[in-house]
Nanobody, 118 residues
């Protein structure tokens, strides 16, 4: 599966952004889809994941200001980020996991850069 992330940019603290992740196949065929981020000089960390059934798990750091949603017709998952903080500056990656009889396959998009700065 191919993942195309978009929507990043330069935002002032307190602002909002909506990131998009367009998948090349039906979201119902993807067991888990979601977002990670990697801040400068830091390891990649989980933001939020959504199952094909719609269950969502958020990292503790993402609870309250982040929201994942999806548009099944567009095969697209969104990450809404509100009240952006300086520490939200990172490359945000879309990821997908497909579980089949042959095993587990993980896929990554190219990332979209979010810069929070005044």
């Amino acid at each position: 599966v191919q993942l195309q992330a978009s929507g990043g940019g330069l935002v002032q603290p307190g602002g909002s952004l909506r990131l998009s992740c367009a998948a090349s196949r039906s979201l119902f065929s993807i067991n888990v889809i979601g977002w990670y981020r990697q801040a400068p000089g830091k390891q990649r960390e989980l933001v939020a994941l959504m199952t094909s059934g719609g269950s969502i798990t958020y990292a503790d750091s993402a609870k309250g200001r982040f929201a994942v949603s999806r548009d099944n017709a567009k095969n697209t998952v969104y990450l809404q980020i509100n009240n952006l903080k300086l520490e939200d500056t990172a490359v945000y990656y879309c990821t997908a996991r497909i579980i089949s009889a042959s095993g587990i396959e993980n896929y990554w998009g190219q990332g979209t850069l979010v810069t929070v700065s005044s």
